[in-house]
């Protein structure tokens, strides 16, 4: 196919303009232009300088060394040593009716056929992968396939992701002029160090100006993302999956799909960005059931009790969640049989019946008659050598025979490539959600993936399929049942497990203060709906602060809200003020989770301030945080934006810390007193005066179209 033609995917405030000729280019990712795109594209003619290759050569979506791209390229592979160059030709253009394409190329030399699906929602989300099929006689050793898309040569600052355990979704900027960024992941899951997403922009991109391209990477496994800025000028984003070697080898017929990669462009900066992948993921990838039904307030018992399991004193926990306003009680580990630390037991999913002498069941009844959903933990692909399982079948480690591979938690993975092992977790999982009535999963994953072989090959890849396919079997039997995914807090945590799962536990980490900015990185790519957050007990396990119901209530507010802790243990006053956000988030979570997130600028940076405003500007609610001392003796204003410029709203404080008007300030501005009545244009050009408040507290206020 050499007659070049060029096809428009036009999204609500974005456009792609691909010319397809030999091989596909974006020509164009941007706003939307009007007119005969197809006059348009000599334009972007790009000339060819001395020195070089005698003719222009594509930034394709699949980059070739073969025809001069001397870039990361989109495949490497051979055929024992031959086809290892491949220069793939379009002999087919299928246009979707869902704003898509599928592009369909073939090297006939190397036996290769390469199908691209590239599509554009109508709320400007790119989706893209691609499919290698071999088509002849002889094995095809993949080595490396990855995703690609251009970015233009002003997209020169990168937003990139960084964290560890309990300190996960940090970001960090840095400018692109030359060279490049890479970050790999190896440690078998999405990743607590490198979460699989990235954004480019304009300089000095912020989060309501700049125009920003923003890419998620859907795998849980390894993965390599990068961004090159080549020797000519021109930009590229690539994404893909890590293949651990000798891993991916495809017999004639066979073939193998990249994982998806997302992407969005946003004129408006970070702000719009994230509108547009919330808007994607409440649309294109959450259940319809998951979207109708209320998100329910979770007690979860590992803060409280860890693995100390008395059913006795647990149903006293549940009534006293209960009484506070709970609606879903999760026990979390413990529970099973020679389970009583983090040393042993892994893989033995029966009940303990030493803790439990009379079953589960009565503990499920007295939960459901105080109107609470039952919920249970699991982690099913892990397993401790001092089990039952392990004793009876050490064949089922996840391991290369000949090494001992270090612990990670006292545990090891299981070899989910292993048939046996496979029906065995699985059957144990379907056990219990058939006899028992459990509602909900905490679906765990508390080690990271070291050595993972099955039958002495490498097999990391085949284990996060796996991992899908045990889930997806899993909600077949029980499509009622909804999971949540924690991989020791935030390690997995991916539009593709989402695909599977209902809610994400961002972190293991309840400080109010780290979870500012652990929940602030993951909102750039997820709605709150998704983001278990729980209020802790005021002494922080994970980092030994101590902070005030308010801080911790109005941080949790923001999420799927929950708590975690022992209500028995907590005093009077403690419980109350629980029982008060509790409510405070029932009364405002239809907002939070159908609404629009925002980050708000501050002109201090001891501020954070987020916001959700409804779809149709008649709400909206503000929580600002203190983290830090204030840095001059005022606070600066605080600008609302997203409202209706010519609606009038009622503002008023609607939670504060109790020290907020005496001790800390003379006075606070008069309209935290009286409310006040402004219009939305004179909140987003003028705003309102900031009160002063201390380190680590936050007041929430909320704006009402009169």
């Not at 602060?545 to 022992?566: P, Q, V, Y």
Request: negative net charge; aromatic residues 10%.
């Amino acid at each position: 196919m050499n007659e070049k033609q060029v096809i428009a995917l036009s999204g609500q405030h974005s456009q792609l303009l691909i010319k397809v000729g030999e091989a596909p280019e974006i020509c164009y990712w941007g706003k939307p232009v009007s007119g005969d795109v197809s006059q348009f594209i000599n334009a972007l003619s790009r000339p060819v300088p001395y020195g070089r290759l005698d003719k222009d050569v594509p930034m394709t979506l699949s980059p070739e060394l073969a025809r001069g791209l001397f870039s990361s390229p989109g495949l490497e592979g051979h055929r024992d040593g031959k086809d290892w160059a491949p220069a793939f030709a379009v002999i087919d253009i299928d246009q979707c009716a869902d704003n898509g394409l599928a592009l369909t190329a073939e090297d006939t030399v190397a036996g290769l056929r390469l199908v691209t699906e590239l599509n554009l929602d109508q709320h400007d989300v790119v989706k893209v992968r691609h499919t290698l099929i071999n088509t002849k006689a002889g094995v095809y050793q993949v080595n490396r396939f990855a995703n690609t898309l251009p970015l233009p040569e002003r997209a020169n600052e990168l937003m990139t992701y960084y964290g560890r355990w309990v300190h996960e979704f940090q970001t960090v900027r840095q400018a692109l002029p030359q060279g490049g960024y890479q970050q790999e992941n190896r440690r078998g899951r999405t990743s607590h160090e490198h979460y699989p997403a990235l954004v480019a922009g304009t300089t000095h991109f912020g989060e309501q100006q700049g125009e920003v391209w923003g890419f998620h990477f859907a795998w849980s496994g390894n993965h390599r993302l990068r961004v090159d800025v080549k020797a000519d000028g021109r930009r590229f984003m690539q994404a893909e999956a890590i293949y651990l070697p000798g891993e991916i080898a495809l017999a004639e017929g066979e073939s193998l799909s990249t994982p998806w990669l997302y992407a969005s462009y946003s004129a408006d900066g970070l702000n719009g960005m994230s509108h547009h992948f919330h808007q994607h993921v409440r649309h294109s990838i959450l259940t319809n059931e998951m979207k109708a039904k209320t998100r329910p307030i979770h007690l979860n018992t590992w803060e409280g009790i860890y693995f100390d399991h008395d059913p006795a004193y647990i149903e006293q926990m549940a009534s006293q969640a209960a009484e506070m306003g709970v609606e879903r009680f999760i026990i979390d580990d413990g529970w099973f049989k020679g389970r009583n630390g983090d040393k042993a037991a892994l893989g033995d999913w029966f009940l303990d019946e030493s803790k439990y002498p009379n079953g589960l069941a009565p503990i499920i009844e007295h939960v459901n008659k105080l109107g609470m959903e039952f919920g249970l933990w699991f982690e099913p692909e892990m397993i401790n050598k001092d089990s039952d399982l392990y004793r009876s079948h050490p064949e089922w480690l996840l391991a290369v025979e000949g090494y001992e591979q270090p612990t990670g938690r006292n545990q090891y993975a299981l070899d989910l490539s292993n048939h046996d092992a496979f029906e065995f977790v699985l059957a144990r999982l379907d056990h219990f959600l058939s006899h028992y009535n459990i509602a909900y999963i905490k679906w765990d994953m508390n080690r990271e993936i070291v050595q993972p072989g099955h039958q002495g090959k490498a097999s990391g890849h085949q284990q996060v399929e796996l991992y899908y396919q045990l889930v997806d079997k899993l909600r077949a039997k029980h499509p009622l049942v909804e999971i949540e995914s924690c991989a020791a807090g935030g390690g997995r945590i991916d539009f593709e497990v989402l695909k599977r799962t209902h809610r994400f536990w961002a972190s293991d980490n309840n400080d109010a203060l780290e979870r500012q900015q652990i929940q602030r990185g993951m909102s750039y790519f997820f709605p709150p709906e998704v983001m278990g957050s729980h209020i802790g007990a005021s002494h922080c396990h994970s980092t030994r602060r101590r902070h005030s119901i308010n801080f911790r209530g109005l941080t949790a507010l923001f999420g799927h809200m929950g708590i975690e802790l022992d209500p028995v243990r907590e005093c009077d006053e403690e419980k109350q003020g629980f029982e008060k956000y509790i409510q405070l988030h029932k009364s405002l979570r239809e907002l939070l989770h159908t609404g629009k997130t925002l980050r708000l600028p501050a002109d201090d940076p001891a501020h954070l301030i987020h916001a959700v405003v409804a779809d149709d500007q008649s709400q909206a609610v503000v929580m600002v945080a203190q983290l830090a001392m204030p840095t001059n003796s005022l606070s600066g204003t605080l600008r609302l934006v997203g409202l209706n410029p010519d609606a009038n709203y009622q503002i008023s404080l609607v939670d504060q810390p109790n020290n907020f008007f005496e001790g800390i300030v003379s006075c606070q501005p008069a309209w935290c007193y009286e409310g006040i009545h402004l219009s939305g244009e004179w909140c987003d050009s003028v705003g309102l005066a900031m009160p002063i408040m201390d380190a680590e507290s936050a007041i929430l206020i909320k704006l009402e179209q009169i």
